[in-house]
């Protein structure tokens, strides 16, 4: 499935490199759309097939395929319809140019029916037990965030390197410059919001990073022939890597998630702005490339508190407020049922390592 999937993926990837370096492709029917299209039909007949084999051999119709499949193969119904639909559109609109061919209507169906089809072996892996994280999980979320990714192509730092674009006019540099800080601030909320995901569930073996960043870097770069940057992305993987097995984040270990969310998003800008500024030379002044590190950890520091939120208050918890009394605010206070009392043993709090030291909670009964 993964690779199949990963089939599915580089036909899109193709078909963007062939509408950026070729001639207007009028039509439908084009080489790049059959290497698209036919992955997806690939997929269809691979889950189709594997579900009659199972009923054959005595399986119920809901245990046909395995858990988390079904929407692949639902996303794998959506895709043909919005294939059929994306042909009509091009007949009575015409074909979509630029930003528009990303965000069309059939094509924001197609993306749906892509994140559906491609995470089918990351929903299974979620599924079963184990806390370390299978390679076919990883590139799951790989192909996810390329394709994430592939609708935002148009401001991406590995398609459009405007940090070391020259503008020819004050307008024209603002906007690179503000292009520039927006690429890359997406692009840290997607990666990092697919690790900290990933993290949430699972251990990651040491190199998953490295993977997810590479392939998804390589697609991206091929887009403008940025050939150079696939190290600079596989370089940054390894970087993430180094810092998630320094610092082993997790949702019982919340401050080093939250160090480490900071940590490899800025290690990673810094490092790109860094092999741009030897290999081209940067044209952003100072204050601003420095910046975009400091920016891009916040991004993943603040995206950390989404993954693992604070904890909170719980009643008798010594840290909750105390209110005064119906004189502080003028109000009768209100009834509060009171708790059985217990023996001393059942009254001693017990401390919960999911919510960091100094918090603990009292055993009661309902």
Wanted: net charge positive; aromatic share 10%.
């Amino acid at each position: 499935m993964v690779v199949l999937s990963t089939w599915l993926m580089a036909g899109g990837y193709l078909d963007a490199w062939a509408h950026r370096h070729l001639a207007r492709l009028e039509t439908f029917f084009t080489p790049w759309h059959g290497v698209l299209y036919s992955g997806m039909f690939a997929i269809m007949i691979f889950l189709g097939s594997t579900a009659l084999r199972n009923q054959a051999r005595g399986r119920s119709l809901a245990q046909a395929l395995p858990a988390g499949y079904w929407l692949s193969l639902l996303g794998c119904v959506l895709f043909a319809i919005g294939g059929v639909i994306d042909m009509f559109w091009h007949r009575a609109f015409g074909f979509e140019v630029n930003i528009a061919a990303l965000i069309s209507p059939p094509h924001l169906l197609l993306m749906l029916a892509l994140g559906l089809i491609v995470t089918g072996p990351l929903r299974a892996a979620w599924r079963r037990p184990g806390s370390r994280a299978p390679y076919t999980a990883v590139l799951s979320a790989t192909l996810l965030v390329s394709m994430l990714t592939f609708f935002d192509q148009f401001d991406q730092p590995l398609v459009n390197v405007w940090a070391a674009t020259h503008g020819s006019a004050p307008v024209s540099i603002r906007y690179v410059e503000q292009l520039g800080i927006l690429g890359i601030m997406v692009q840290t909320a997607l990666l990092t919001g697919i690790v900290l995901y990933l993290l949430r569930r699972f251990t990651l073996p040491f190199g998953s990073l490295t993977l997810l960043a590479g392939i998804n870097g390589a697609m991206l770069s091929s887009l403008e022939d940025n050939f150079a940057l696939i190290p600079v992305a596989i370089a940054g993987g390894l970087v993430a890597d180094l810092v998630i097995f320094w610092l082993h984040p997790g949702p019982r270990r919340v401050r080093a998630l939250r160090a480490a969310s900071f940590l490899a998003p800025a290690a990673v800008c810094a490092l790109y702005l860094l092999v741009l500024a030897v290999t081209r030379g940067i044209t952003w002044p100072v204050h601003l490339w420095l910046g975009s590190i400091f920016i891009a950890g916040a991004i993943g520091w603040l995206l950390s508190y989404l993954s693992v939120p604070p904890p909170m208050p719980v009643p008798g918890d010594p840290l909750e407020p105390v209110v005064k009394g119906p004189e502080a605010s003028g109000r009768p206070a209100p009834l509060v049922p009171q708790r059985p009392r217990l023996s001393a043993a059942a009254e001693a709090p017990l401390p919960d390592p999911d919510v960091g030291p100094g918090i603990t909670y009292a055993i009661g009964h309902s």
